[in-house]
């Protein structure tokens, strides 16, 4: 089945711009989904479609998504925006909704 | 936005069964397809089943397919998920997600915890 690849960590500094990738085979032709994940809570949609925010989502929260690698920045970085990031997306062919396996974000 | 409520988590033994219950409240439960997600302690998320909104088509991950049945009741605005032949593996907090526009999961409850242990 299809394999998104996510860093483990990233760490940036407080009002720094934070960008957490993730790959997968030609994953620009596919619809990327973003969640956030705060210890002990339950995942948050924070970006789909590859760029659309929900409502209540910052505008800091932005995602692009071409060829190989889809990306998930955070502009101005917050204490509070340390979290796991997952990507996902679904796959067609094997009817799988597909999971990164999650990037811990460090806000130094 | 909506609501969705877990429970039915629980120790159990290897080899066992269990029944876990997902209430959704304040939208119309009925028009949504509807997905189970797990995560094992320490670890990421995975992909469990799905089923779609009038309950006629359902998706299951390789490591539950046989095992783990889903199924919803409309009328009662409720999603279950039957846990059978359970394993260690099987250990993590169950969350049932709303499936909303681009297949993204757009509503989480808080989880249920299973644990199956001897």
């Known amino acids: 089945s299809y394999v998104l690849t996510q860093p483990p960590s990233e760490s940036v500094a407080p009002g720094k711009t934070a960008r957490i990738t993730c790959g997968g085979n030609?994953?620009?032709?596919?619809?990327v989904h973003w969640y956030q994940q705060k210890p002990g809570q339950a995942p948050m949609l924070v970006i789909y479609?590859?760029?659309d925010r929900p409502s209540g989502i910052p505008e800091r929260f932005s995602g692009s998504n071409s060829g190989s690698t889809a990306i998930l920045t955070i502009s101005r970085v917050e204490a509070g925006d340390e979290a796991d990031y997952y990507c996902?997306?679904?796959?067609?062919?094997?009817?799988?909704?597909?999971f990164g396996g999650g990037t811990k974000l460090t806000v130094l | 936005e909506g609501q969705l409520v877990e429970s039915g988590g629980g120790l159990v033994q290897p080899g066992g069964s269990l029944r876990l219950s997902c209430a959704g409240s304040?939208?119309?439960?009925?028009?949504?397809?509807m997905n189970w997600v797990r995560q094992a302690p320490g670890k990421g998320l995975e992909w469990v089943s799905y089923?779609?909104?009038?309950?006629?088509?359902?998706y299951y991950a390789d490591s539950v397919r046989g095992r783990l049945t889903i199924s919803r009741d409309n009328a009662k605005n409720s999603l279950y998920l039957q846990m059978d032949s359970l394993r260690t593996e099987d250990t993590g907090v169950y969350y049932c997600?709303?499936?909303?526009?681009?297949?993204?999961?757009?509503?989480w409850g808080r989880g249920t915890t299973v644990t199956v242990s001897s």
């Open positions: 997600a709303r499936l909303g526009a681009g297949f993204a999961m757009d509503v």
């Open positions: 304040g939208f119309s439960f009925s028009v949504y397809s």
């Open positions: 089923i779609g909104s009038t309950g006629s088509t359902m």
């Open positions: 030609n994953i620009g032709s596919h619809s």
């Open positions: 479609f590859n760029t």
């Open positions: 996902q997306m679904w796959d067609t062919i094997s009817h799988y909704w597909v």
